[in-house]
């Protein structure tokens, strides 16, 4: 299994500032996911980030909006950019299980997830 | 398209009674398909998993699902209900085989459970 610790769990952030959220991962994984749950709703992949690559963002998201940083293989971060009210929700990272080296190890395994980071926005 | 669906979003059932909640795919390949459950203010736990072994799982907490190809399903049971089983459930699928292969959630069903 993989242990995931976010930071922050949760916070508070005025409207048009931006929020940082680091995902810490006890081994190396080759990607990474990052994850929206808006109140009351499902998850929703925003992007998938390679250490070395840039991140492949799903449709609806933007680098601008989004932009994710993945310095290693252990580590990696989401900003939230120029905030509303609407992007409050939880954030979550997540990696798959296999921890396979390359784009063609087995996905039999589960994803495990963090915590998550609650966000509000005022 | 690929997607998941979880035919009800609430389902309340009495303690000790059986417990259903029902889940349809659709996928292209032969997927892999697992149940997560999301306790309030708590992160997202693996119930159980498919993964093209035996078309009957079985989990933790005494749940199980079983995957039915002919009717594209994978349903999670459990015989008898525990206040404890109060949460959300996701059902989920993997489209593909590689590492690289995205997973889509179902929109979620609240279960809760009458004393």
């Known amino acids: 299994s993989a242990v995931i610790s976010q930071k922050p769990s949760r916070d508070i952030c005025q409207r048009g500032t931006s929020l940082t959220i680091q995902c810490q991962v006890d081994?190396?994984?080759?990607?990474m996911f990052w994850y929206r749950q808006q109140p009351g709703q499902s998850l929703t992949l925003i992007a998938t980030a390679n250490q070395g690559s840039e991140a492949t963002y799903e449709s609806g998201f933007v680098i601008d909006k989004f932009p994710i940083s993945r310095p290693n293989l252990t580590f990696s971060t989401l900003t939230v950019s120029n905030m509303s009210p609407e992007d409050s929700s939880i954030y979550l990272c997540?990696?798959?299980?296999?921890?396979?080296?390359?784009?063609?190890?087995?996905?039999?395994?589960?994803?495990?997830f963090g915590p998550g980071t609650r966000l509000t926005v005022l | 398209a690929q997607s998941v669906t979880q035919l009800d979003s609430h389902v309340s059932v009495s303690e000790g009674t059986p417990v259903l909640l029902r889940c349809n795919y659709s996928?292209?390949?032969?997927?892999?398909l697992f149940w997560y459950v999301q306790h309030p203010n708590k992160g997202l736990q693996l119930l159980l998993k498919?993964?093209?072994?035996?078309?009957l799982v079985k989990g933790i907490n005494g749940f199980e699902a079983e995957f039915k190809k002919s009717e594209t399903s994978f349903h999670l049971t459990k015989p008898s209900a525990h206040m404890s089983d109060a949460a959300e459930y996701f059902c989920?699928?993997?489209?593909?085989?590689?590492?690289?292969?995205?997973?889509?959630f179902g929109s979620g069903t609240r279960l809760s459970i009458r004393p």
């Open positions: 997540s990696v798959d299980g296999n921890r396979g080296q390359g784009a063609f190890a087995g996905a039999s395994d589960e994803q495990f």
């Open positions: 498919y993964t093209s072994a035996a078309t």
């Open positions: 081994s190396q994984v080759t990607m």
């Open positions: 989920v699928v993997r489209l593909g085989y590689s590492s690289a292969s995205k997973i889509i």
């Open positions: 996928s292209s390949y032969s997927p892999s």
